[in-house]
């Protein structure tokens, strides 16, 4: 009993760290990237006996563009504005919706909606930003529809899909900023598609192990099968959204936006229903059988 409840732990530490990677918000949880590598050409002199010979070389200078620009402005401004109690909410939530079939059908709902929002809105905006950040390996609607016809059934799911409360709320900010702040647009790339390649694959794990689903019976969400290297991708990516033409005041705004985004899903998360306790117990027991060569 009490190596399960040290695996209880351990997970548990594993999920923080996971979560907080998912709303992007500590720095010490995401991989590093790959730097980008740039040539400069030096000249120095070389003495040869009583002559001197001019010699060029070649030095590489690294720059990681995840520490420069709009890219650092966020990691650090979505760091260190949430608390632990923030933190522990989140995943407290997460595995509420890890705790039934039911509680993960209604989270795939909200992320569901979610992202038709948001890639609806990015499908209609005009603003460049938006389009140079757009990728359609990053798009999510497609593999959340394949997880719902999974849990409801091909016929069934687009009737038995509503939208909650807190959801209507996200949806509702997306689409108010989609009409008047677009490059806002942003921040909600940002927090979303970036947690999910950072944390998508042990996030998948973990509802896997705890439903009993089956390869990516469920969880076609937390794949990115188009992204064959999750660190390169990134860089790429900030390197992309460093190179926007934004003003000092709009990356603040898309920061503080950012933010709010982490908020929105902890809105979502809050109001399943579920045991968060049970879902873990149920990981623990499943991880432990895995470990053991018992399933």
């Known amino acids: 009993m009490m190596i399960v409840w040290k695996v209880v732990g351990l997970l548990y530490?594993?999920?923080?760290t996971s979560v907080v990677a998912f709303v992007g918000n500590n720095n010490n949880c995401r991989p590093c990237h790959t730097p980008f590598?740039?040539?400069?050409?030096?000249?120095?002199?070389?003495?040869?006996?009583?002559?001197?010979n001019v010699v060029d070389k070649e030095e590489e200078v690294s720059v990681n563009p995840r520490l420069e620009g709009l890219a650092i402005l966020l990691d650090e401004g979505t760091r260190k504005s949430h608390s632990?109690?923030?933190?522990?909410?989140?995943?407290?939530?997460?595995?509420?919706?890890?705790?039934?079939?039911?509680?993960?059908g209604d989270l795939v709902t909200s992320l569901y909606f979610v992202y038709?929002?948001?890639?609806?809105?990015?499908?209609?905006s005009l603003d460049d930003g938006v389009k140079t950040m757009d990728d359609d390996a990053l798009r999510r609607v497609a593999s959340l529809e394949q997880d719902l016809i999974f849990l409801y059934g091909a016929n069934e799911w687009k009737s038995k899909v509503?939208?909650?409360?807190?959801t209507q709320v996200y949806v509702n900010r997306i689409e108010e900023i989609a009409q008047t702040k677009p490059y806002l647009l942003l921040a909600h790339l940002y927090t979303r598609y970036l947690?999910?390649?950072f944390g998508g694959q042990m996030m998948g794990n973990m509802a896997s192990r705890s439903l009993d689903l089956q390869g990516n019976d469920g969880v076609a969400f937390y794949n990115f099968q188009d992204i064959s290297s999750v660190n390169n991708y990134i860089t790429g990516w900030y390197q992309r959204l460093n190179d926007?033409?934004?003003?000092s005041d709009q990356k603040q705004e898309i920061v503080d936006e950012a933010n709010f985004v982490f908020s929105l899903n902890i809105g979502i998360l809050q109001e399943?229903?579920?045991?968060p306790l049970k879902a873990l117990w149920t990981l623990a027991i499943n991880t432990l059988k895995q470990n053991l060569n018992l399933v």
Not at 13 to 16: F, G, N, T
Not at 37 to 52: D, N, P, W
Not at 244 to 247: E, F, G, N, R, S
């Open 162 to 166: 509503q939208i909650s409360p807190a």
């Open 244 to 247: 926007l033409d934004l003003t």
């Open 195 to 197: 947690g999910d390649l």
């Open 116 to 124: 038709t929002a948001m890639e609806g809105a990015m499908d209609a």
């Open 37 to 52: 590598v740039t040539t400069t050409k030096t000249t120095s002199l070389q003495e040869t006996g009583s002559s001197s």
């Open 13 to 16: 530490s594993v999920s923080l």
């Open 84 to 104: 632990m109690a923030e933190n522990s909410a989140f995943v407290s939530g997460f595995f509420k919706g890890l705790a039934s079939r039911e509680s993960y």
């Open 272 to 275: 399943l229903e579920g045991s």
